[in-house]
């Protein structure tokens, strides 16, 4: 009979500093695995402290009692199969990001990552020191090589590995949503296996941490005989994994395949669970935002609604005298549909005061940007002023249009502490409505069927912040907006090569003018999901004061 060996991977959601909570579920997660008969049991990449801490692993309180965890688990799952969990070790003065072995009682042995990634949202060059190249470790009848997640973007830990007995790779994994990222993992994973001739298996962990999502998707690979298994995508998820060795060595044994959604339903799930996420991590049940009858509101409710329940998200109507008509029936329907709760609150008394407040002041000036900041600034008052009395979390509601060219108020509709759609260009907002209207999933807590109107989809969109005002009087339409910030944002591209593409002179330098000017805003803004590898925020960091400009 063939030699076969079990593994039990736990694809599971760790939280941030929660040591205990942490270890909680990895023990319930060894357990699962020592009662199904595993031979090793394994977690993510850092799952002790969660992930990506940042800074907080420097600090040497933390640090310690993670490790201190760490031995404290070991204890625990002394009397059954090795139990391979992510966590901090520390050498005299090095840190390093490693991959335990808990066996017996003790942590016995640790993988050391070599590799640390320095680009996107990470900065592991100045929070780990790089581990030494490595052999396997001994587990019952196999030599396992673990290359802990960039060490297997690259191929000299593989290598080595293999080189030094490694007999299957497990690639313990913190790694994080973008877009296509997925089919990135296989390419690389790939590579790894036509290299080292050994079957691989790659462990992710799900969950929200602030704007990053882990999407989980573990997955196995066979030298010659491609993907053999994956684990569902966002959901925590844990099963017997089973290699069987023959006279070619070992190979994974085939399993199930879990579906893999389309980029549109991926986008839209990784928008609902950072919030969800961020709302459960930081103790907020409820939220609130200001519902005004435009599609960017109306889809930050409708995420907020899928998110948390329909009951927990409240929606506010706050009108001027430049709000029209169907905005406020847009704004009311959409609530209905969605099921949330609807209040209506006037800005006209409060803006009344605060002109006559001013009148003295404002002496022989003409009205101008001023008096429409002044609306969005007091419904940013209004709204945290419900955000403080009731304990929910106010929602931004800035599109990643919006975001990169400033077309939004600071201290007004820019207050609040998270929002669902900062890096969602208004193009992708549009097409994002129609997907959530023609789909739902049993992920999503929000009502069935059209809750976003169609009018609210289809009607050219406005801040309403005086007479007859459209976006398109200040910015380019959003098509012509949004294929420039491409280009400018996501791609690093220059002046010229925007021209080169078509597109008008006068369009781009100015598109260029307010990405730079607009810094300052970002720099204050609420985080938001992530969904591509140039985010507002840790992906793309600007200085503030910068007087350059493209020449071209």
């Known amino acids: 009979m063939a030699d076969r060996f079990r593994i039990w991977l736990a694809q599971l959601n760790a939280t941030v500093g929660d040591l205990s909570g942490n270890a909680d579920l990895?023990?319930?997660?060894?357990?699962?695995?020592?009662?199904?008969?595993a031979d090793l049991v394994c977690l993510p990449e850092m799952f002790i402290t969660g992930y990506q801490t940042q800074d907080l692993i420097m600090k040497p309180a933390?640090?310690?009692?993670?490790?201190a965890a760490v031995a404290a688990l070991a204890e625990r799952c002394a009397d059954g199969?090795?139990?391979?969990?992510g966590g901090p070790h520390v050498e005299g003065a090095e840190l390093f990001n490693a991959y335990h072995m808990l066996k017996g009682g003790r942590v016995v042995s640790s993988a050391l990552k070599h590799n640390l990634p320095n680009d996107t949202v990470f900065d592991e060059v100045r929070l780990y020191d790089s581990g030494p190249l490595?052999?396997?470790?001994?587990?019952?009848?196999a030599r396992v090589g673990f290359p802990i997640c960039e060490d297997a973007w690259h191929p000299e830990v593989s290598e080595t590995l293999e080189e030094t007995g490694a007999e299957f790779l497990i690639v313990p994994n913190g790694s994080p949503y973008a877009r296509h990222k997925m089919d990135t993992r296989y390419?690389?994973?790939?590579?790894?296996?036509v290299e080292t001739g050994l079957p691989l298996i790659y462990l992710n962990l799900v969950g929200g941490q602030d704007d990053q999502v882990?999407?989980?998707?573990?997955?196995?690979?066979?030298?010659?005989?491609?993907?053999?298994?994956q684990m569902p995508v966002f959901d925590e998820a844990q099963q017997m994994v089973e290699l069987e060795r023959g006279t070619e060595g070992w190979r994974i044994v085939e399993a199930e395949k879990a579906h893999m959604p389309d980029e549109w339903e991926q986008d839209y799930r990784v928008m609902v669970e950072s919030l969800r996420d961020y709302c459960r991590k930081t103790g907020f049940r409820k939220v609130l935002l200001g519902l005004s009858g435009g599609i960017d509101s109306a889809l930050v409710a409708t995420i907020a609604a899928d998110a948390l329940g329909p009951d927990n998200v409240r929606c506010v109507m706050l009108p001027s005298e430049y709000t029209s008509a169907h905005s406020l029936e847009?704004?009311?329907a959409c609530a209905k549909a969605l099921g949330c709760r609807y209040d209506y609150l006037p800005i006209s008394g409060p803006r009344d005061a605060v002109t006559e407040a001013l009148a003295p002041l404002f002496e022989g000036t003409q009205p101008d940007l001023t008096e429409e900041n002044i609306q969005s600034r007091l419904r940013g008052l209004l709204l945290m002023a419900l955000s403080n009395k009731f304990g929910a979390m106010l929602l931004t509601t800035g599109n990643k249009s919006e975001v990169a060219v400033g077309y939004a108020t600071i201290y007004g509709d820019m207050a609040g502490g998270y929002n669902p759609i900062k890096d969602l260009y208004k193009t992708r907002v549009f097409e994002t409505c129609r997907w959530r209207n023609a789909n739902h999933r049993d992920w999503m807590m929000g009502n069935e069927g059209e809750v976003i109107p169609e009018r609210i989809i289809t009607k050219p969109p406005s801040a309403e912040l005086r007479e007859d005002q459209k976006d398109s009087d200040s910015l380019p339409d959003y098509p012509v907006l949004d294929g420039i910030l491409t280009m400018l944002v996501?791609?690093?591209?220059s002046v010229a090569d925007c021209l080169a593409a078509g597109y008008d002179r006068d369009d781009v330098k100015k598109v260029e003018r307010l990405i730079y000017l607009s810094e300052y805003k970002r720099f204050q803004a609420a985080p938001g999901a992530r969904l591509t590898n140039r985010a507002f925020w840790l992906d793309r960091r600007y200085p503030i004061v910068n007087r350059w400009r493209d020449p071209s």
């Open 330 to 332: 847009d704004a009311e």
């Open 26 to 37: 990895a023990f319930a997660a060894w357990e699962r695995g020592r009662d199904a008969g």
């Open 62 to 67: 933390f640090y310690l009692d993670a490790i």
């Open 187 to 193: 390419n690389h994973m790939v590579g790894r296996v």
């Open 81 to 85: 199969p090795p139990l391979m969990i």
């Open 214 to 229: 882990f999407d989980g998707g573990s997955f196995g690979l066979n030298p010659h005989g491609g993907l053999v298994f």
């Open 490 to 493: 996501d791609d690093e591209r």
């Open 134 to 141: 490595g052999g396997p470790l001994a587990v019952g009848n």
